[in-house]
C-alpha cells in the first residue's frame, strides 16, 4: 500500500512538473499575439464621456491658463475637428502647420513643440496606447512616466521623460487627450522636447508647465 501511495506521489509531482515547465518562458520565447485583457495594466486619465449631441460651436472646455504665456488659437483643415487654445510661453514663436499639424513652436536654447489633431477610430485607451508606444521612435527611453490627467470630462495623459539622441539626452513632454466631436473622435497631442538640462525661468520645466497645462477646447 505504501508504495503504491510513494509511486501516484512521483506521478503527481512529474505532471506537475511538465505542467510548470509548459508555461514557462525562456530567453528568445515571444509572448502570445492575444494578452487577455483582464491582464492588461488600466491606463490612467481616461473619462466617460458619452457620445452626447454637441451644438455648434460649442465650448467644451473653457480652461483658466495659469502663470505667462499667450493664448493661442489651434486648428487643422478638417473642418469637423474640434479647435483649441493653448498657452504658448513668452518669447515662443508659433507657425501654422499642415495637415495634422495645427502649430509647430520653436522656443529657446533649442526647444521645440508641435500640436497635432488627429482623427481616430480607437477608444481613448487604445489611442494613448498607441501614442505612447511611439514615443521617441527608435531612441532609448532613460525615464518615462505617464499619469492620468482627466479635464472637462474629457480622457487626458501627461506623459515626459528622457530620450537618448545621438548627441546625448533628449527631455520630452506631451499632454494628449481624446475628444468625441458629432461625427468623429480625435486624438489631440501637445509634445514639446529639448537638451537634457535646461534650467531656470526659460528652461524646459517651466515651458512644459505653460504648454502642457489644460486648454480649451471648441467643438465645431
Same mark, same amino acid.
Not at 82 to 107: E, K, M, N
Given at each position: 500500500?505504501?508504495?503504491?501511495?510513494?509511486?501516484?506521489?512521483?506521478?503527481?509531482?512529474?505532471?506537475?512538473?511538465?505542467?510548470?515547465?509548459?508555461?514557462?518562458?525562456?530567453?528568445?520565447?515571444?509572448?502570445?499575439?492575444?494578452?487577455?485583457?483582464?491582464?492588461?495594466?488600466?491606463?490612467?486619465?481616461?473619462?466617460?464621456?458619452?457620445?452626447?449631441?454637441?451644438?455648434?460651436?460649442?465650448?467644451?472646455?473653457?480652461?483658466?491658463?495659469?502663470?505667462?504665456?499667450?493664448?493661442?488659437?489651434?486648428?487643422?483643415?478638417?473642418?469637423?475637428?474640434?479647435?483649441?487654445?493653448?498657452?504658448?510661453?513668452?518669447?515662443?514663436?508659433?507657425?501654422?502647420?499642415?495637415?495634422?499639424?495645427?502649430?509647430?513652436? +520653436? %522656443?529657446?536654447?533649442?526647444? $521645440?513643440? !508641435?500640436? #497635432?489633431?488627429?482623427?481616430?477610430?480607437?477608444? /481613448?485607451?487604445?489611442?494613448?496606447?498607441?501614442?505612447?508606444?511611439?514615443?521617441?521612435?527608435?531612441?532609448?527611453?532613460?525615464?518615462?512616466?505617464?499619469?492620468?490627467?482627466?479635464?472637462?470630462?474629457?480622457?487626458?495623459?501627461?506623459?515626459?521623460?528622457?530620450?537618448?539622441?545621438?548627441?546625448?539626452?533628449?527631455?520630452?513632454?506631451?499632454?494628449?487627450?481624446?475628444?468625441?466631436?458629432?461625427?468623429?473622435?480625435?486624438?489631440?497631442?501637445?509634445?514639446?522636447?529639448?537638451?537634457?538640462?535646461?534650467?531656470?525661468? +526659460? %528652461?524646459?520645466?517651466?515651458? $512644459?508647465? !505653460?504648454? #502642457?497645462?489644460?486648454?480649451?477646447?471648441?467643438? /465645431?
Amino acid at each position: 500500500m505504501r508504495l503504491r501511495r510513494a509511486v501516484l506521489g512521483m506521478a503527481g509531482l512529474v505532471v506537475l512538473s511538465a505542467a510548470m515547465a509548459g508555461c514557462r518562458q525562456t530567453a528568445g520565447e515571444s509572448l502570445p499575439s492575444k494578452v487577455p485583457t483582464d491582464l492588461a495594466e488600466p491606463v490612467p486619465g481616461i473619462a466617460h464621456t458619452p457620445p452626447d449631441q454637441i451644438p455648434p460651436n460649442a465650448v467644451g472646455c473653457a480652461a483658466s491658463p495659469t502663470g505667462d504665456g499667450q493664448q493661442v488659437l489651434a486648428t487643422v483643415s478638417d473642418p469637423a475637428a474640434p479647435r483649441i487654445t493653448i498657452s504658448v510661453p513668452d518669447g515662443w514663436t508659433s507657425t501654422p502647420g499642415t495637415g495634422d499639424t495645427a502649430l509647430t513652436l +520653436t %522656443g529657446p536654447l533649442g526647444m $521645440s513643440a !508641435t500640436v #497635432t489633431i488627429v482623427p481616430t477610430d480607437l477608444p /481613448p485607451d487604445a489611442a494613448f496606447a498607441r501614442y505612447t508606444a511611439g514615443v521617441g521612435g527608435s531612441m532609448a527611453r532613460r525615464k518615462f512616466s505617464v499619469t492620468g490627467a482627466q479635464f472637462c470630462g474629457y480622457s487626458s495623459e501627461q506623459l515626459s521623460g528622457t530620450l537618448q539622441g545621438p548627441s546625448g539626452g533628449i527631455d520630452f513632454a506631451a499632454r494628449i487627450a481624446h475628444v468625441r466631436t458629432n461625427t468623429r473622435q480625435y486624438l489631440i497631442a501637445i509634445h514639446l522636447q529639448g537638451p537634457t538640462g535646461l534650467e531656470g525661468p +526659460t %528652461g524646459f520645466s517651466a515651458a $512644459s508647465s !505653460t504648454l #502642457t497645462q489644460d486648454f480649451g477646447v471648441v467643438i /465645431p
